[in-house]
């Protein structure tokens, strides 16, 4: 019987772990993918500093080496039970069954499908491309092109991609997509200074620390355009270039534009597993499959399960500067949970 | 009118590929805090020409990127250069300057209206 | 570089979107303009399914106009229609059928509109019922299916390429024919699901075309209305915005040179036609290289022409635009003294050649 097991070896898991570990508390992650990390192992760097984002992840690496922390990777997590006792049986795509005192979810987050939004041809077109695509040619390529090889002369960035959309079935706000239109707009302009950036947005919102400075730095200084408006379609044009229809509402008139790559700002989905997870130990999730906690501002951290945790963005889309004050607060209620049990 | 008794209409559509970029250029080059305006619309707000006038300060940025250079032309005399826009704007853009480089701009450049 | 429509079947996003399209034993639902202006295309459709693929379609010549002019014009309330569809139903009914297929894509928008509401307001349905009771003592049952009757060709279209006396293939060049495709708006943006391919890349055409060797072209423009709009032309003084809606689209298409532009609806297959001569009146603009305009045909008369036969029996000469530039292309002979013969061989009026659009 282990303290804790921890679903999920992104950061907010890692964190919880190593947190944990500093508290004297032994934990167990099952990590369903064949390396720990998370989504941050597909990101070339970070908001708002730029630092690179697999120092982060080396850095936790070294953490849960230094902590011995075991992980079971290629572990993926079918049901957990509850028993008598209070204590959790986990089921998972190994032979063995996992015991636990306690569990924290920390499922992480799944990225927007953006075929899911037919009129902007992701898939279709192939210089339509996602944030996390850019952030793949950020990570692997010298020198950046449109997919088709065509030579970046202008680029648009589409807001809101799979967020704040009644017609996908997600009202809520990714909050993080904003700000990586942001830092992808600036990094576009670094690389490129002849490249012409526009950012087609709805609301700019600028929460985060250093968030606003980036969006002022973006205008003033790297030149990138920011135009309210969302964009409505794209279209392959005859020279292959897109073209795209939004409206410039500060205007008051529609613009068609033709750009040689767009990038979809897509957003941040609960993954399926959330779902899994809470029927079968009876958490509450919303509509959106993300984890409710017990209290939004007290006890972030606690599922309305006793003995059931939840770490990082498996409550809502959240920047790795919450989900790692996330998954600190979450490894802390745990502990506190298990000091009693620990005393007896 | 010809013999159908109606005709094609010009498109109201903002054409990205026509517009003359020559003056939103001009401006940001010798006015950079221009490029951050926010469309929050205090220095309209507090503008002594909008309040009788179609003058509006705030739409200027967009009209200039726009290439609406008639309407601006137009409008820009209404500006009395108060200076009570520069005193709100929460980005603190130098608009008196960004009126002095429209009127120079549209004199001196050879914009495509 | 020409760039088409290959990349998006390659992809076949449009799959998600399918519909159960009955295709035998059919209640027929006529348009009320398509007789005069594709005077052909609804015989065709009756022609080829009960002829050729020996399908059972019922014509009914008790049906009427489901009235959708007037009710987009707002001269006919929506308790009005739903009884006039109430009506047709009930005509469906006794003639012992269950799927109807609808020839007008504003019909069929409206019959799916009215059969939404119905499930949502079954309130609705009663008081209609009650309604069409009262003012003809009919009854009726809500149909299994409802198809519009390019769905119907569609699910043929593999059964139509089999016999198929000439392809989309330029017999000069031994390339594909290019086509732009043209899908009335409420055939699926006011229900994509209801649409084969959904309403962002609609395949109901596009599948017709790609099966008898075409190529589909994809313009920046594909999705734009025509501009039909119901009330916006109906007013003579209104007609400049409906047809500079037209004008957008030629003018996105015009660089990718179309063989031919091919329309499910009655009214964009008119206005896109019709307003080609419009416009070269006007601006002295055609927007094909020759001054011919480009053809625009209803998906039966492709069908015809494709199954081997006589364009003149299919109408073709009625259009604005002549299509002998297009039957040249796909090998496809025609007597041009027949053009403007009635069914005995007598001679028929010939039209005034406009100045600007060439009439072969």
């Given at each position: ?9 992104g ?38 500093s ?8 080396e ?13 079971y ?74 997919p ?32 990586t ?30 968030f ?8 003033e ?14 279209a392959?044009t ?19 534009m ?6 979809l ?18 958490i ?27 770490s ?19 490894a ?13 | ?5 109606f ?17 939103i ?69 130098n ?5 002095m ?13 | ?54 399908k059972n ?29 109430a ?13 109807m297929?609808?020839s007008?894509v504003?019909?069929?928008?409206l ?10 307001y ?24 409802i ?27 031994g390339k ?14 006011m ?44 007013v ?15 003018e ?9 532009i ?26 094909d ?52 013969t ?19």
């Open positions: 019987m282990i303290d804790v097991i921890i679903i999920g070896g950061i907010a898991g890692l964190e919880t772990a190593c947190t944990l570990h500093t508290q004297g508390i032994e934990s167990l992650i099952l990590e369903k993918e064949k390396e720990i990390g998370g989504k941050l192992t597909q990101w070339d760097s970070l908001f708002p730029n630092r690179n984002a697999k120092e982060l992840v850095t936790y690496k070294d953490e849960i080496q230094k902590h011995t922390i075991t992980v990777v290629n572990t993926k997590v079918i049901a957990i039970k509850k028993q008598n006792d209070g204590t959790f049986e986990i089921f998972t795509s190994r032979e063995i069954v996992f015991k636990a005192k306690t569990i924290v979810i920390a499922s992480g987050y799944s990225i927007f499908n953006a075929e899911r939004k037919e009129e902007y041809g992701y898939a279709i077109y192939p210089n339509v491309i996602t944030s996390a695509d850019l952030e793949h040619m950020f990570a692997t390529k010298k020198e950046l092109k449109a088709s090889g065509r030579t970046l002369e202008r680029v648009a960035f589409i807001h809101c991609v799979g967020s704040r959309d009644e017609k996908v079935g997600n009202h809520y706000c990714s909050r993080l997509c904003c700000v239109g942001v830092k992808q707009a600036i990094k576009i302009r670094q690389m490129l200074p002849e490249t012409h950036v526009f950012n087609f947005y709805m609301d700019l919102r600028m929460y985060g620390l250093g606003e400075e980036m969006y002022r730095e973006a205008q200084k790297h030149g990138v355009q920011f135009i309210r408006g969302r964009v409505s379609e794209i392959q005859n020279e292959g270039r897109l073209q795209l229809k939004a409206e410039d509402t500060l205007a008051a008139r529609p613009v068609r033709q750009v040689d790559m767009v990038v700002l897509v957003g941040m989905e609960a993954p399926e597993c959330n779902s899994i997870l809470g029927k079968s130990c009876n509450q999730y919303n509509a959106a499959q993300f984890i409710v906690p017990q209290d939004i501002h007290y006890s972030s951290g606690i599922t309305s399960a006793e003995g059931v945790f939840v990082g963005t498996s409550i809502a889309p959240l920047s790795v500067f919450d989900t790692i004050n996330h998954a600190r607060s979450t802390l209620a745990v502990s506190n949970f298990l000091m009693p049990i620990q005393n007896e | 009118m010809n013999k159908f008794g005709s094609t209409h010009a498109s109201r559509v903002i054409d990205y590929e026509t517009i003359d970029t020559k003056l250029s001009y401006i940001v080059e010798n006015e950079p805090s221009f490029a951050s305006c926010i469309s929050c619309g205090s220095c309209t707000a507090t503008c002594s020409a909008a309040n009788l006038t179609y003058f509006n300060i705030r739409r200027l940025n967009v009209q200039i990127r726009l290439g609406e250079f008639e309407e601006i032309q137009q409008e820009i005399d209404k500006c009395m250069l108060c200076g009570k826009c520069m005193l709100v704007c929460p980005r603190g853009i608009t008196r300057n960004v009126i480089l429209i009127k120079r701009g549209l004199t001196t450049l050879e914009i495509k209206k | 570089m020409i760039l088409i429509m290959k990349t998006i079947t390659k992809k076949q996003s449009w799959n998600s979107y399918q519909k159960e399209i009955a295709n035998d034993n059919l209640y027929y639902a006529r348009s009320c303009i398509r007789q005069n202006f594709f005077p052909a295309s609804e015989h065709m459709f009756l022609h080829i399914l009960q002829k050729e693929l020996g379609v019922f014509d009914d010549p008790n049906h009427t106009t489901c009235t959708g002019i007037g009710y987009h014009a707002d001269v006919v309330l929506f308790d009005t229609i739903q009884t006039v569809i009506r047709h139903f009930a005509l469906m009914t006794e003639a012992g059928l269950e799927h297929a609808i007008c504003t019909s069929f928008g019959y799916t509109e009215v059969l939404h509401t119905w499930e949502h079954p309130e609705q349905l009663e008081k209609i019922r009650d309604f069409l009771y009262k003012a003809t003592k009919k009854e009726f049952n809500l149909p299994k299916s198809a519009h009757t390019s769905d119907v060709i569609y699910s043929l279209r593999d059964e139509i390429a089999q016999k198929a006396q000439h392809t989309l293939i330029n017999k000069h060049t594909p024919l290019r086509a732009v495709e043209h899908i009335g708006c409420h055939y699926a943006k229900f994509p699901s209801k649409g084969v391919g959904g309403a962002e890349f609609p395949q109901v055409l596009a599948g017709m075309i790609e099966s008898w060797g075409g190529e589909v072209v994809d313009y920046p423009e594909r999705r734009h209305c025509c501009g039909f709009g119901f009330r916006n032309y109906l003579q003084a209104n007609r400049g915005y409906s047809m500079s809606n037209s004008k957008k689209k030629f996105s298409m015009e660089v990718y040179k179309p063989d031919f091919l329309t499910n609806c009655p009214g964009c297959s008119m206005f896109m036609d019709k307003w080609q001569y419009t416009i070269a009146e006007i601006d002295g603009k055609t927007y290289s020759y001054g011919k305009g480009i053809p625009v045909l209803t998906y039966e008369e492709l069908t015809g022409l494709v199954l081997g036969y006589n364009p003149w029996d299919l109408g073709l000469q009625m259009h604005q635009v002549q299509s002998e530039s297009l039957l040249d292309k796909m090998g496809i002979s025609y007597d041009p003294h027949l053009k403007y009635d069914k005995h061989g007598n001679q028929l009026p010939k039209p005034v050649s406009p100045l600007h659009l060439t009439q072969t």
